[in-house]
């Protein structure tokens, strides 16, 4: 997990300049400006100035500002329009030393200071002259060049540029600055939900995304968890069935002994004990063996000893095994071989096998008085419109009990049986199916299955021709 949750935006100071919309904004403020004639600031809470439109003033600012002394006074009012604290919500006064003067109203968003809005400067209709504070800035500074900054301070001149901005009473310029703040209120605050709800949804996904991160995280840390327990427990089999495997020899070495009479005549009763031991240890045989080769196919081992092997033998084969199987169980069991089949380059061993596991388990599966086929067929796969490959498929049908929808795909992993008690009822482990799709997989094939619960079965094993 990672600890620094970055801080929310709910908990941030955004900056005013990135939640409105600049264009905009300044757009709006130079149309408040023209209608009211009189100059317009916007300073963000750092002082960063967003908006700054002049109504007549910049003749005379630029004239006053030759001068030494102006240029100081008049970077010192600057200085104080944009961040001379505002103790209220109300408006605050900033007299300039020229007699002009600013009015600045604070912006504030959930109590929080967003910046401020200034209205300036205008000309106090109380203002009867202009102030010693002006007239006595004074040489101009440097050199001093253009509207007679060299002849020192001139009244008249300054007198006439002031004329070109707004005279206007203090409440008049206050009123029409509450007006502004409305409408900036409305801007700001409907940008400032926008911009929330468009940065709180990009956060929630943020979130979501570092939760399934941690979780694949997890997730992955099991995966490889499970699969070194899937290794320690393919060794664990293959060592165990290994060693089972070689007592096991004795023992039915023995009883074979024991049968032939090599250890002296061996009564009915003892006789029919011994092949009951003999029939049981050949199924112990069966299964330790099974183990064997799954370890082997799961470590991706199989490997084929492939010649030219003829299908319907297999079937043939497979058919004469299983028949009396199949008989005691009175079920019914034929073969069907549509067409004929070529031979092909396969393992005879281990697609017979394949073959018998799928019989085995028909028979298994399959009530008394049931019907299975055995089948071999050359299909073609694929868009029949353009040809498909041509596939030999060896299948196993019975009208058996059929396999649930939801274990279909389940009943291919090792030791996994549709009903745990079926082993007691029917026998086996569950690795049958995991053995045969290894095989058939390690010839480029694949096992098809098509059931209906309660119906039947149909196992097809598909290996290709060319
Ligand atoms: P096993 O037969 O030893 O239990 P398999 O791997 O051969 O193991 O089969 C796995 C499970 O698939 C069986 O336990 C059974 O539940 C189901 N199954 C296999 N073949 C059939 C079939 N023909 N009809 C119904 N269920 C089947």
New binding site residues.
């Given amino acids: 997990m990672n600890d620094l949750v970055p801080l929310s935006v709910l908990q941030q100071k955004i900056p005013l300049g990135e939640v409105v919309d600049l264009v905009s904004f300044v757009e709006v403020c130079k149309s408040f400006s023209d209608l009211y004639r009189v100059g317009v600031k916007v300073f963000d809470a750092h002082g960063k100035r967003l908006v700054d439109i002049k109504a007549g003033s910049e003749d005379f600012c630029g004239y006053v500002f030759q001068f030494q002394t102006g240029k100081e006074r008049c970077t010192a009012t600057v200085g104080r329009v944009k961040d001379q604290p505002i103790p209220g919500k109300d408006v605050e006064r900033i007299q300039c030393f020229t007699g002009a003067r600013y009015l600045v109203l604070p912006i504030v968003y959930e109590m929080d200071y967003l910046g401020r809005a200034v209205l300036g400067p205008f000309v106090p209709d109380d203002l009867a002259d202009l102030p010693p504070s002006l007239t006595d800035i004074g040489p101009p500074a440097g050199n001093g060049s253009g509207n007679g900054a060299s002849n020192g301070f001139d009244p008249t001149v300054a007198r006439a540029l002031m004329e070109r901005f707004r005279r206007a009473p203090e409440s008049t310029i206050h009123k029409i600055l509450l007006h502004f703040g409305t409408i900036l209120n409305v801007m700001i605050f409907s940008s400032y939900r926008v911009f929330l709800t468009g940065q709180l949804h990009l956060e929630s996904v943020k979130e979501s995304n570092r939760v399934l991160e941690d979780k694949n995280r997890e997730l992955q840390a099991n995966f490889d968890r499970l699969k070194e327990l899937d290794t320690l427990k393919s060794n664990f089999l293959a060592t165990v069935s290994h060693e089972l495997r070689t007592p096991l020899t004795s023992i039915m070495g023995y009883t074979d002994m024991l049968l032939e009479g090599l250890a002296g005549p061996v009564k009915d009763e003892q006789q029919q004990f011994l092949k009951t031991i003999m029939e049981k240890s050949e199924a112990l045989l069966g299964m330790i063996t099974d183990m064997l080769d799954l370890t082997r196919a799961e470590a991706s081992r199989v490997t084929l000893k492939r010649e030219m092997t003829d299908p319907a033998k297999i079937l043939h084969d497979t058919f004469t095994t299983v028949a009396p199987l199949a008989r005691k169980k009175n079920i019914e069991i034929r073969e069907r071989v549509l067409g004929s089949l070529p031979k092909l380059s396969l393992d005879r061993v281990k697609v017979q096998q394949s073959v018998m596991?799928l019989a085995v388990?028909?028979i298994?599966?399959t009530r008394e008085g049931g019907h299975i086929v055995l089948e071999g067929q050359l299909v073609e796969l694929g868009d029949g419109r353009f040809g498909g490959d041509s596939w030999l498929e060896l299948a196993v049908s019975?009208d058996?009990?059929?396999?649930p929808n939801m274990q279909i795909e389940r009943?291919f992993d090792t030791f996994?049986?549709?009903?745990g008690s079926?082993?007691r009822e029917?026998g086996?482990?569950?690795?049958?199916?995991?053995l045969v799709k290894s095989y058939v997989e390690a010839h480029g094939g694949q096992v098809k299955v098509h059931?209906v619960e309660g119906k039947g079965?149909r196992?097809s094993l598909l290996f290709p021709t060319a």
Avoid: P
Wanted: aromatic share 14%; proline share 0%; glycine share 18%.
């Fill in positions: 596991n388990n028909a298994k599966f019975d058996g009990i059929g396999i009943i996994y049986q549709v009903d079926s082993t029917f086996g482990v569950g690795l049958g199916l995991a059931t079965s196992f």
